[in-house]
Each structure stands twice: as C-alpha cells, then as structure tokens.
C-alpha cells in the first residue's frame, strides 16, 4: 500500500488554514519552517491575470532521492504504507543533503536542527481523525488516502503547469489543476481514435515490409533496450507519451516516429539526456547529413542487456491480498472518466453495460504506473460489450466486443 495525497487546485483559495492546522498540532515554533506550505502562482498580464496555488510537503514518492542521499541512513521508506519517516538520532545537524535533492523541499530544519518530514499525521490517522490539513481545509481541497482509492475517486495527475517534474522521483499525490496537465493533453483528444465511428476500414499495405526505413529499425531496437534491457522507459510511459503529442504532429506521424517522440520525452524528464544535447545532436545531423552517431565500446553493458534480452519479457501480473470484486456473468457498468492522464479505459466504452467475460489476475495499474505513482495492481477482466450498447442501433448485427479492463474502471451493473 502507499498512502498519498489528493489536492484540487480548482477550490484552493490560498488561506492557509491547512498549514496552520499542521504547525501547531506538529509544535512547530514561529518562522519559516512548515512540513506543509501553499506556494502560489501568478501568471498572465492585465487584464487577463490569474492565481492559483499548488502544495509543497513530503510526497513519500516512489522514488525518493532524499533517502538515496542520507549518508546516515537516517531516512527511509516504510514497506507498510509508503511513508518516509527521519530517525532523529541518525540525522546529522547541519548535514541538509536531503533538502539539497528534494524537488519539493520537504525536509524541513527547526530547534534542534535535525530534519522533519510530513508523515501524514501518523498519530492521528483514520477515518474519524484525517490528517490535521485536510480536517482544516474549508474548501475540502485536500485529502489522504491510499493512491489506488485517491484515484478511484478523484480524475487527477502528478503532473501541473509549475509543479516539479514528477518523472524522476514518482510522488504519491493526484493534482486536478485549474488549467492543462503539465506536459500532457486531454486523452479525450484525437489520441483515442480506437472505436470511433467514422474512420473507415483499416487498409493493410500488400506485402507490408517490418520497416520502411532504417531509421525505423534503429528506433524499435534503441526502444527495445532502453525498455526491456536497461529498465529505462516503461509500456506505460511510452503510451501517455504518445499521448501527448501535439494533435497534428499526432496525426500525421508514421508510427515509429511516434516512438522515437515519446522515447525522448520520457528520457529528458527523467534526466537522462537534456534538451540542449539532444538539440545540439539534431543540428549537427542536420548541417551534416552524412555524420555517423559516436559509438562507444562497453563490454560490461553489451553483456548485461544480451542477459536481460535472454531473459525474456518480465511480466506485469502480481500477487494481490484482496479477493475479485467481480465474477463470471456479473453485470456491471464501466465508469464515465474524463482523465487528465493515461489510462485504458476507452472513450467509446465509458458508461456502458457489460457482462463480466473472464478473470485474468491482477496487473500493475497503468493509470498509475504511466506518471510514476506505483504498481497499484489490481483485478483485470475480460467484459463482453454488445455492439448496440457502443454504437447504437447503427451497429452491425451480432456484434460482440471484448476489452480488458482493470477493476477500479468498473461498477456492479
């Protein structure tokens, strides 16, 4: 399990209430020390001005870099919710490397100058006592809970227009932003093409070669490493990358140049390469056509994706303590979602009946596991749709459509 937050930029008004709250029941004396602060953003030139606020705290990410730079090890990430707790005794004063990595400034220093972090006010945690912040909230902007529950019932992305990037360290916290996920688009956008009326048939090319060019070859095999061999990329990080593509670049990109656009995207937010060397490496191919990439001779590396490409796909079903929801010829009715990030449910699928078809097991969550919030796994079935439900009397008779599906897109019908 991992315990996050949920924070609704629409209805924060910047008051403050919450960080108040979690000063005093914290005992934090006066100053600029606060485990929980609202930072807030202007933008735009008069008249068209506008405010909005974003939190600043522990986000027990993921992949938390302030545990990675303890040299004590005086911070770590609790297996049982998620959490990263300071152990006082360990911390050395006036050490701060952790604050120096944290992109969200999370460990705070106050008397005695050993680091404090948010730890989603443990002692008072439950249904009756939530956190002190989200108690606080007026505007019931904030919220705690497990991440697979926060995003079951709320729409939400780590990704907003002024927060840190979230690629290199996965916060656990799910933002609905006042104005366009950071990075991304609406996936109701020309991006979910699967099932819309109108498109036509599919035209198969006779005699289809693999790739239609070399580049096209290099791009499957530079993707096929970075993903299966290095750890580097994820399947589901691929797709929301494709997703957020420009909606004309989209549309009239062949597929492994879609590829090579996510592929990129996804290794400047996690700081491996930046924009500026992958610029520069443009030009120079550009202003000389003819140059050959530099290649760099590195057994050890050779050796060690030749035995990961042995090993074959790893595979994404997990062990879940909890039990289906759902069986066999259960009715259900899939959720009418309107994300801001990836997921798998379709647009022409949402808020239609079903029948349960088949249980496969449980899956990492790709609704989570594209922006780096965790596995999440849950139950995925196989549900039958009629075609009338998707399309309509205008469906072809005797239609019957498949989709695998995970649980928490799913309703009893």
């Known amino acids: 399990m991992q315990l996050g937050f949920h924070f609704d930029q629409t209805r924060c008004t910047g008051c403050e209430a919450c960080v108040v709250a979690c000063k005093d029941w ?47 090890e005086a911070l770590r990430k ?7 707790v300071v152990d006082g005794e360990l911390c050395l004063i006036g050490c701060r490397l952790c604050a120096d990595a944290c992109p969200y400034q999370a460990p705070q220093f106050a008397s005695g100058g050993t680091a404090r ?31 697979e529950k926060l995003q079951n019932r709320y729409n939400g992305d780590s990704r907003l227009r002024g927060f840190p990037d979230p690629g290199r360290t996965g916060p656990a916290i799910l933002l609905r932003g006042k104005h366009a996920v950071w990075g991304g688009l609406d996936v109701n956008g020309v991006h979910d093409l699967g099932g819309m009326h109108g498109l036509g048939r599919v035209q198969r090319e006779k005699d289809e070669p693999v790739f239609h060019a070399e580049w ?13 061999a290095a750890g580097l990329l994820t399947t589901d990080e691929g797709r929301f990358a494709r997703e957020s593509m420009p909606p004309l670049h989209y549309l009239a990109a062949r597929y492994y140049e879609r590829s090579l656009y996510a592929m ?28 050959r990439p530099p290649r760099t001779e590195s057994p050890g590396l050779l050796e060690m994706v030749e035995q990961r490409m042995l090993r074959g796909r790893r595979s994404t079903e997990r062990q879940v ?14 959720r009418n979602i309107n994300p801001k990030g990836h997921t798998r449910l379709p647009r022409y699928a949402r808020g239609k009946h079903a029948v349960i078809a088949r249980l496969h097991g449980a899956f990492i969550f790709p ?10 796994p849950q139950y995925v079935y196989s549900v039958r749709f009629d075609g009338q439900e998707l399309w309509g009397a205008e469906a072809e008779p005797n239609t019957v459509v498949y989709l695998d599906l995970w649980e928490s897109y799913l309703t009893p019908g």
């Not at 005992?27 to 939190?55: Q, T, Y």
């Not at 609704?367 to 999440?376: F, V």
């Open 216 to 228: 096209e070859r290099n791009v499957f095999g530079i993707s096929y490493v970075l993903g299966r």
């Open 78 to 84: 609790r297996p049982e919710d998620g959490v990263v």
């Open 367 to 376: 609704d989570t596991y594209a922006h780096g919030l965790g596995e999440n």
């Open 321 to 334: 303590a909890e039990q289906p929801r759902f069986r066999v010829d259960d009715p259900v009715m899939t």
């Open 117 to 147: 972090l948010c730890d989603l006010c443990a002692d008072r945690r439950g249904p009756a006592q939530p956190p002190v912040c989200v108690a606080a909230c007026p505007q019931r902007a904030l919220d705690v809970a497990p991440l």
């Open 26 to 72: 914290k005992d934090l004396p006066a100053g600029p020390a606060a485990l929980l602060r609202i930072v807030p953003v202007e933008e735009g030139r008069f008249p068209a001005l506008s405010l909005r606020f974003f939190p600043l705290a522990c986000f027990h990410c993921a992949r938390p870099v302030c545990v990675e730079e303890c040299p004590t």
């Open 264 to 291: 990129t995207r996804n290794l400047v937010q996690k700081g491996v390469i930046t924009e500026e060397e992958l610029d520069a490496r443009a030009q120079l191919f550009r202003s000389s056509p003819g140059t």
